[in-house]
């Protein structure tokens, strides 16, 4: 039978008798926008991530963009990422005024090359946006410390890394801890998703949670009050009564993961290249991504079977036409771009069953073989 690469009606038949009756609950009260639903999931996401201040928005990319709207950046300012991530990274630092400052990854983690960063530092340089890519945080302390030495924001691109956590000088930091913010998404497809575009931001600096606040709503504390020039983006109350049904399962939703990732990893060994986790991390598989010889054509393969499967991401951003003016060329990122060319994601969703995943399985042995 198809086996999809994620199956979202499956996580709802598992939370139909907790979700419905929240959803109605707004729907009876009909406070759809900033209801109590909005601050509680502030708090709770805040709590997962060890901080005191969580500001929802309306997506992941302004989580972002907010974040680094609050560094007041000006023309010329860099902001150094990696080329190999979802458009909305480096979307969000030209939208918020910064100049993208590529640098490649490292082969194993997919995550930024530390070494490259720190050549990539120059005196106009205002942050580093390091991604937690695939659910795998990036090596924080030594970023941090790096960032410390040069004066620098970090925005953790924290998108595909909810309740992702990493051993730092021997205590536990959760993804979106130790940056100058952490920046979430919750869409859909997300390991915490909503039934529609959903952010959030979380920040120990009580400062800048205040100025998030007022930027979300049209840069004003106060209706009809503005200090400054916000935006809208308010994550809505029926998403937020989703989200806060979800999050008591998220933890277990990411052992289901490191679960199937495990069995992935067994049936795999020696024939393609598993994902590498870093000894200090504890991944949260939000893809399971390998790296395989003949990629386009055991893509094929897989679809023929009906067997879902995707590339992220079949281009990096250094060589996509809107980055053209920045000046970069093929063949400056070889890390990023042999990435590009050889990863697949197979389903790895805590609902996906050992006769569902044993089909995955025999499908890419079978195209080895």
Same mark, same amino acid.
């Given at each position: 039978?198809?086996?999809?690469?994620?199956?979202?009606?499956?996580?709802?038949? =598992?939370?139909?008798?907790?979700?419905?009756?929240?959803?109605?609950?707004?729907?009876?009260?009909?406070?759809?926008?900033?209801?109590?639903?909005?601050?509680?999931?502030?708090?709770?996401?805040?709590?997962?991530?060890?901080?005191?201040?969580?500001?929802? *928005?309306?997506?992941?990319?302004?989580?972002?963009?907010?974040?680094?709207?609050?560094?007041?950046?000006?023309?010329?300012?860099?902001?150094?990422?990696?080329?190999?991530?979802?458009?909305?990274?480096?979307? %969000?630092?030209?939208?918020?005024?910064?100049?993208?400052?590529?640098?490649?990854?490292?082969?194993?983690?997919?995550?930024?090359?530390?070494?490259?960063?720190?050549?990539?530092?120059?005196?106009?340089?205002?942050?580093?946006?390091?991604?937690?890519?695939?659910?795998?945080?990036?090596?924080?302390? *030594?970023?941090?410390?790096?960032?410390?030495?040069?004066?620098?924001?970090?925005?953790?691109?924290?998108?595909?890394?909810?309740?992702?956590?990493?051993?730092?000088?021997?205590?536990?930091?959760?993804?979106?801890? =130790?940056?100058?913010?952490?920046?979430?998404?919750?869409?859909?497809?997300?390991?915490?998703?909503?039934?529609?575009?959903?952010?959030?931001?979380?920040?120990?600096?009580?400062?800048?949670?205040?100025?998030?606040?007022?930027?979300?709503?049209?840069?004003?504390?106060?209706?009809?009050?503005?200090?400054?020039?916000?935006?809208?983006?308010?994550?809505?109350?029926?998403?937020?009564?989703?989200?806060?049904?979800?999050?008591?399962?998220?933890?277990?939703?990411?052992?289901?993961?490191?679960?199937?990732? %495990?069995?992935?990893?067994?049936?795999?060994?020696?024939?393609?290249?598993?994902?590498?986790? %870093?000894?200090?991390?504890?991944?949260?598989?939000?893809?399971?991504?390998?790296?395989?010889?003949?990629?386009?054509?055991?893509?094929?393969?897989?679809?023929?079977?009906?067997?879902? *499967?995707?590339?992220?991401?079949?281009?990096?951003?250094?060589?996509?036409?809107?980055?053209?003016?920045?000046?970069?060329?093929?063949?400056?990122?070889?890390?990023?771009?042999?990435?590009?060319?050889?990863?697949?994601?197979?389903?790895?969703?805590?609902?996906?069953?050992?006769?569902?995943?044993?089909?995955?399985?025999?499908?890419?042995?079978?195209?080895?073989?």
């Amino acid at each position: 039978m198809p086996v999809p690469l994620l199956d979202l009606r499956a996580q709802f038949d =598992t939370i139909r008798d907790e979700v419905l009756p929240s959803l109605l609950a707004v729907v009876e009260r009909q406070q759809f926008i900033m209801g109590d639903e909005v601050g509680k999931l502030e708090q709770a996401v805040a709590g997962l991530c060890g901080v005191p201040h969580g500001i929802a *928005c309306a997506s992941g990319t302004d989580a972002l963009l907010l974040s680094l709207k609050v560094l007041n950046l000006q023309p010329g300012d860099e902001v150094v990422t990696s080329p190999f991530t979802f458009f909305a990274t480096a979307g %969000a630092i030209a939208n918020a005024g910064g100049k993208p400052v590529f640098v490649d990854i490292d082969s194993r983690t997919f995550n930024l090359d530390l070494d490259q960063v720190e050549a990539a530092i120059t005196p106009r340089t205002r942050a580093v946006v390091p991604v937690h890519l695939f659910g795998q945080m990036a090596p924080m302390a *030594c970023l941090l410390e790096m960032s410390r030495r040069h004066g620098l924001a970090v925005i953790e691109d924290a998108a595909q890394a909810i309740g992702a956590r990493q051993r730092v000088d021997g205590t536990w930091k959760m993804a979106g801890q =130790t940056g100058t913010t952490g920046a979430f998404s919750f869409f859909p497809s997300k390991n915490l998703g909503a039934w529609g575009d959903g952010g959030m931001i979380v920040t120990g600096d009580a400062a800048l949670a205040e100025r998030l606040r007022r930027l979300r709503l049209h840069g004003g504390a106060k209706q009809y009050h503005h200090d400054e020039i916000g935006t809208n983006s308010r994550l809505d109350t029926l998403q937020a009564a989703v989200l806060l049904t979800k999050l008591p399962h998220l933890a277990g939703w990411s052992a289901a993961r490191r679960q199937r990732a %495990a069995r992935y990893d067994q049936a795999f060994a020696g024939l393609v290249q598993t994902p590498f986790v %870093a000894p200090e991390n504890e991944h949260i598989y939000h893809q399971y991504t390998v790296r395989v010889a003949r990629r386009d054509a055991l893509k094929a393969h897989l679809a023929k079977l009906g067997i879902g *499967c995707a590339v992220y991401y079949p281009t990096p951003l250094h060589v996509q036409p809107c980055f053209a003016p920045l000046g970069y060329r093929q063949g400056q990122f070889p890390e990023a771009e042999r990435a590009a060319r050889e990863v697949l994601s197979l389903p790895v969703y805590p609902e996906l069953t050992d006769p569902l995943q044993d089909q995955v399985i025999e499908a890419v042995r079978g195209f080895y073989r």
